[in-house]
């Protein structure tokens, strides 16, 4: 079993920034990538950014060149600094962990709100 604990959203307005968390917990050696997804309200999850354990990332074209995604492997603790933010950027953001096996782990999810 693996845990994921998101931590860093908030209000902020447009054109700022925020930094997520995500600290990892458990069999955290059978992990292979994590990654961000965001939930508006009446749409559906959507990935936002991934990075494997080798270092590759990978990001939604709405977010990019603007959203980073890093991991500390010492700290178990996946990041997403979230920079020049949009109200369309307004979502539940949640911390998701994939195994070897593909099985999917998931945070409580932290609400990223973005006003205008």
């Known amino acids: 079993q693996v845990q994921l604990v998101e931590s860093g959203g908030g209000l902020v307005q447009a054109g700022g920034s925020l930094r997520l968390s995500c600290a990892a917990s458990?069999?955290?050696?059978?992990?292979?990538?994590m990654g961000w997804y965001r939930q508006a309200p009446g749409k559906q999850r959507e990935l936002v950014a991934a990075i494997t354990s080798g270092g590759s990332t990978n990001y939604a074209d709405s977010v990019k060149g603007r959203f980073t995604i890093s991991r500390d492997n010492a700290k178990n603790t996946v990041y997403l600094q979230m920079n020049s933010l949009k109200p369309e950027d307004t979502a539940v953001y949640y911390c998701n962990g994939r195994d070897y096996a593909e099985y999917d782990y998931w945070g409580q999810g932290t609400q990223v709100t973005v006003s205008s």
């Open positions: 458990g069999s955290i050696f059978s992990i292979n990538a």
